[in-house]
């Protein structure tokens, strides 16, 4: 057994090769990722961080094949993500891939369990399956008792529970949430955090967080700091020693 957990532990879900991104704006070409390198494990809680245009929202949006690298690779589970075709690509992200934004991204028309129910009819889910799994999610998130509830009608972080619950949805191998505490206030900031870290001890999924939020490093197995397009450096959670402005990049 425990040289199934080694052989485990070193099994690398999320892998990028000089991974660069280039935006072209008129007559300037911003280099928003400069030969980003990273591995992430099986399971892992990863907290991508750094000052605003750092490129970490960037990398997140090339890990979820959300955006196409201009340059290196990305592997899922050691497909390379850039030789897919569309409809490959859409079967990845639908089944592989759980999201997770700041904006919460609800429909706001319907109600929490068709907003959580919504990617498993993609999948093909048979309905009734798909309710009865939407309500165990919805319950797992703490909202069994809202789920005919619209958007409108949920508080900030009943919003963000909803689309926690509807990133499960497909069983994904990695939750990928794009500073998921962003709206919220620090009590229910908190609230998020903590449940994002207890679903990812009891399914073992892989969470990977782009965020300013310091909150996120008492969760996290290994920090990654982004700055100018570039891994300045990871760090294991017990390893980080904050400096005074360090985050926003300025002195010391």
């Given amino acids: 057994m425990?040289?199934?957990?080694?052989?485990?532990?070193?099994?690398?879900?999320?892998?990028?090769?000089?991974?660069?991104?280039?935006?072209?704006?008129?007559?300037v070409v911003v280099k928003a990722l400069q030969g980003v390198h990273v591995e992430i494990k099986k399971g892992e809680y990863i907290s991508i961080m750094g000052p605003s245009g750092s490129g970490k929202t960037t990398l997140f949006n090339m890990i979820g094949g959300l955006d196409k690298p201009t340059d290196g690779k990305v592997f899922i589970d050691e497909i390379d993500i850039a030789q897919l075709d569309a409809y490959e690509l859409a079967w990845l992200r639908?089944?592989?891939?759980?999201?997770?934004?700041?904006?919460?991204?609800?429909?706001?028309?319907?109600?929490?369990?068709?907003?959580?129910?919504?990617?498993?009819?993609?999948?093909?889910?048979?309905?009734?399956?798909?309710?009865?799994?939407?309500?165990?999610?919805?319950?797992?998130?703490?909202?069994?008792?809202?789920?005919?509830?619209?958007?409108?009608?949920?508080?900030?972080?009943?919003?963000?529970?909803?689309a926690i619950a509807r990133s499960l949805a497909n069983d994904p191998a990695i939750?990928?949430?794009?500073?998921?505490?962003?709206?919220?206030?620090?009590?229910?900031g908190k609230e998020i955090i903590s449940l994002l870290k207890r679903l990812n001890r009891e399914k073992s999924v892989t969470v990977i967080s782009a965020t300013h939020d310091l909150k996120m490093i008492d969760v996290s197995d290994r920090i990654i700091?982004?700055?100018?397009?570039?891994?300045?450096?990871?760090?294991?959670?017990?390893?980080?020693?904050?400096?005074?402005?360090?985050?926003?990049?300025?002195d010391a």
Avoid at 16 to 25: D, H, I, R, S
Avoid at 130 to 157: F, Q
Avoid at 225 to 250: N, Q
Wanted: charged letters at 30%.
């Fill in 175 to 188: 939750v990928l949430a794009d500073e998921p505490t962003g709206n919220l206030d620090l009590k229910t």
């Fill in 2 to 27: 425990a040289e199934e957990k080694a052989a485990d532990e070193r099994v690398a879900t999320v892998k990028t090769t000089g991974l660069v991104k280039e935006f072209v704006m008129g007559s």
């Fill in 94 to 162: 639908c089944r592989k891939i759980g999201y997770i934004f700041q904006s919460f991204n609800l429909i706001p028309v319907m109600t929490a369990i068709e907003n959580v129910t919504l990617p498993m009819i993609f999948a093909g889910t048979p309905n009734d399956q798909a309710m009865d799994k939407g309500k165990e999610l919805l319950e797992l998130v703490g909202l069994g008792d809202r789920i005919k509830h619209k958007p409108l009608e949920l508080s900030g972080g009943q919003q963000q529970r909803v």
């Fill in 225 to 250: 700091w982004i700055r100018d397009g570039r891994v300045e450096r990871i760090e294991e959670r017990e390893e980080v020693k904050m400096k005074v402005g360090e985050i926003e990049g300025e």
